[in-house]
T-cell receptor
Framework: GQNIDQPTEMTATEGAIVQINCTYQ??????LFWYQQHAGEAPTFLSY????GLEEKGRFSSFLSRSKGYSYLLLKELQMKDSASYLC??????????FGAGTTVTVRA | TAGITQAPTSQILAAGRSMTLRCTQD?????MYWYRQDLGLGLRLIHY???????GKGEVPDGYSVSRANTDDFPLTLASAVPSQTSVYFC?????????????FGPGTRLTVL
């Protein structure tokens, strides 16, 4: 099974940077995903890491360290529309996803 | 492109009644999943199907059943609903042919069992 931890809430100012950390303990690791979920909506895919290092996609970047069981999602140049929950998910060797409880990010003007 | 559709959008159900939540995808993805999402607990896998004709149990399968008669449809049935099944239910699908194997989610069904 998987044990995935991420902070419950974070608040940041428009234009700033926020880093959401995710730690995991896994019986079999086959990739880590980040999803964004706005209130009342479905999760949407943001990023995928399977090798150590940083993956950059525009304002969003995701980092993975498999030896430390650690990932972070970096959101730069925050916009009001970035207010949402961010879900860390680990895929196991059977290709099943286990999700963390999510981090609610509030962006203030 | 429709992607994944779910029906109904929301439902209030009396305890003890049965109900089927519908999920249809038009992306020809071979794998499909059902999750429930509860406050503070995140998404939990109920059942999954790696390909048409096969199904498997996830983390919280009790009280739920699924079938996968074809590639596009993956209904979830509650045979006798209980209040603890009050939740938001998401269906998802993935291609499983590439290493990323990204799961795409439907809009969800909000179910209240009274």
């Amino acid at each position: 099974g998987q044990n995935i931890d991420q902070p419950t809430e974070m608040t940041a100012t428009e234009g700033a940077i926020v880093q959401i950390n995710c730690t995991y303990q896994t019986s079999g690791f086959n990739g880590l995903f980040w999803y964004q979920q706005h209130a009342g909506e479905a999760p949407t895919f943001l990023s995928y890491n399977v090798l150590d290092g940083l993956e950059e996609k525009g304002r969003f970047s995701s980092f993975l360290s498999r030896s430390k069981g650690y990932s972070y999602l970096l959101l730069k140049e925050l916009q009001m529309k970035d207010s949402a929950s961010y879900l860390c998910a680990v895929r196991d060797s059977d290709y099943k996803l286990s999700f963390g409880a999510g981090t609610t990010v509030t962006v203030r003007a | 492109t429709a992607g994944i559709t779910q029906a109904p959008t929301s439902q209030i159900l009396a305890a003890g009644r049965s109900m089927t939540l519908r999920c249809t995808q038009d992306m020809r993805h071979n794998a499909m999943y059902w999750y429930r999402q509860d406050l503070g607990l995140g998404l939990r896998l109920i059942h999954y199907s790696n390909t048409a004709g096969t199904t498997g149990k996830g983390e919280v399968p009790d009280g739920y059943s699924v079938s996968r008669a074809n590639t596009d449809d993956f209904p979830l049935t509650l045979a006798s609903a209980v209040p603890s099944q009050t939740s938001v239910y998401f269906c998802a699908s993935s291609d499983s042919s590439g290493s990323a194997d990204t799961q795409y989610f439907g809009p969800g069904t909000r179910l209240t069992v009274l």
